[in-house]
């Protein structure tokens, strides 16, 4: 048996081989391109191997969320701030004793202080009552108080009834006959629904505003005067010579009549 030997075709030829056209032949170049494979070099509109496609990134892209995100942290900060910043005052306001709160407003009155002491006496009396101020910060007054959880009267209401409410700790807030609804409806604002206050016209009192507790009395000419919310806070309940007695429960009546009977 005799053993064939390799013809010359079938001798394996090494080539170097880059770039390959598909064929497994190395792609030839073009004379005078200066480049290899010239004629069969894939480009991006060539029939040949595609390339992969790169979506180019807009500058920017982002910014959109980006911006909503910081405006969000932005606003939980200042939320967080002014939570922290309440919070603190709430405290400071807690550890001042209230007669110093008080004190502290610019124009309050303090008639505790007052010699005449009739300006505060405590005494049950029927019928009509004088008072030499207008309007009353205490003195005699009617055994039935008016009620003073946050009510808004819109007539006047007998003064007796009033200053009985003075003396459970209500801030009795008035106004001058003829004041700008507007004004009425900001101070209706300010004690509408809140306990140990109430609000009423009454007549011939010297300036737009006034505010009463028992002892204590504030002027003022417009209901933005950020006094008023001052007062409130001061001296709603804090004032009261009756401790523990409470605003509910009084006459929701209006006019100038006191009961006669004061029980």
């Known amino acids: 048996m005799s053993m064939s030997t390799p013809g010359p075709e079938r001798v394996p030829s ?6 390959t056209t598909g064929q497994g032949n190395p792609p030839s170049g073009k004379p005078g391109t200066g480049r290899p494979g010239g004629a069969n070099r894939p480009t991006g509109k060539g029939k040949g191997k595609k390339g992969r496609k790169i979506t180019p990134v807009k500058p920017g892209g982002n910014g959109g969320p980006i911006a909503i ?11 967080i701030g002014w939570g922290v910043w309440a919070s603190i005052k709430s405290d400071k306001e807690k550890e001042t004793p209230w007669e110093d709160r008080a004190a502290a407003i610019a124009g309050i009155v303090n008639y505790r202080e007052d010699p005449d002491k009739s300006l505060t006496a405590r005494d049950h009396k029927t019928g009509p009552l004088t008072y030499k101020l207008n309007p009353p910060v205490g003195g005699e007054h009617n055994a039935r108080w008016q009620n003073c959880m946050g009510d808004v009267y819109d007539a006047q209401i007998p003064t007796e009834h009033a200053v009985h409410s003075l003396e459970h700790g209500a801030v009795w807030v008035t106004y001058k006959p003829g004041l700008p609804a507007d004004q009425v409806e900001a101070l209706t604002s300010k004690v509408k629904g ?8 009454f007549p ?9 507790a028992w002892g204590y009395q504030l002027k003022v000419d417009s209901a933005d005067d950020p006094r008023i919310d001052e007062f409130i806070r001061a001296l709603s309940l804090n004032a009261s010579v009756e401790p523990g007695i409470p605003c509910s429960g009084g006459l ?12």
Do not use: D, H, R, Y
């Open 204 to 212: 011939n009192q010297e300036s737009n505003i006034s505010l009463q």
């Open 252 to 263: 929701t009546t209006t006019g100038t009549t006191p009961s006669l009977t004061g029980q």
């Open 14 to 19: 090494t080539v170097k081989v880059g770039k």
């Open 194 to 201: 809140k306990s140990f206050s109430m609000l009423s016209p």
């Open 69 to 79: 995100a910081v405006v969000v942290v932005l606003i939980a900060v200042g939320i």
